[in-house]
Nanobody, 124 residues
Framework: QVQLLESGGGSVQAGGSLRLSCKVT????????IGWFRQPPGKEREGVAY???????TYADSAKGRFTISRDNAKNTLYLQMNSLKPEDTAKYYC??????????????????WGQGTQVTVSS
């Protein structure tokens, strides 16, 4: 059974940093791609960052230069380092895993497995 478990969320002031983790079980490290998504209050879920099976990364414009996605295949854990946080980054953050070819990493349908999410709150 595949499971994803996020951690590392919390409350920070604007300009602060957080590091989110996503522990994956039930899939061999390196055999899946990962997307980090977020859903702000009252808004739709949006893709934030992506890391492919080979380690290639891509980011939403809102995350470029501030967020870094990485993976440790030995630990089967993915990370999202978030720096220079802004109040508009407030959202519930989810990691999602997929095994197949991804044509559009920002689409939720590209992923087969989802975590329960971790809340990030940034105050001004």
């Amino acid at each position: 059974q595949v499971q994803l478990l996020e951690s590392g969320g919390g409350s920070v002031q604007a300009g602060g940093s957080l590091r989110l983790s996503c522990k994956v079980t039930g899939i061999t490290g390196g055999s899946y791609y990962i997307g980090w998504f977020r859903q702000p209050p009252g808004k739709e879920r949006e893709g934030v960052a992506y890391i492919g099976k080979s380690g290639v990364t891509t980011y939403a414009d809102s995350a470029k230069g501030r967020f870094t996605i990485s993976r440790d295949n030995a630990k089967n854990t993915l990370y999202l380092q978030m720096n220079s946080l802004k109040p508009e980054d407030t959202a519930k953050y989810y990691c999602a895993a997929g095994r197949y070819i991804v044509y559009n990493w920002t689409r939720s349908a590209s992923y087969q497995y989802w975590g329960q999410g971790t809340q990030v709150t940034v105050s001004s």
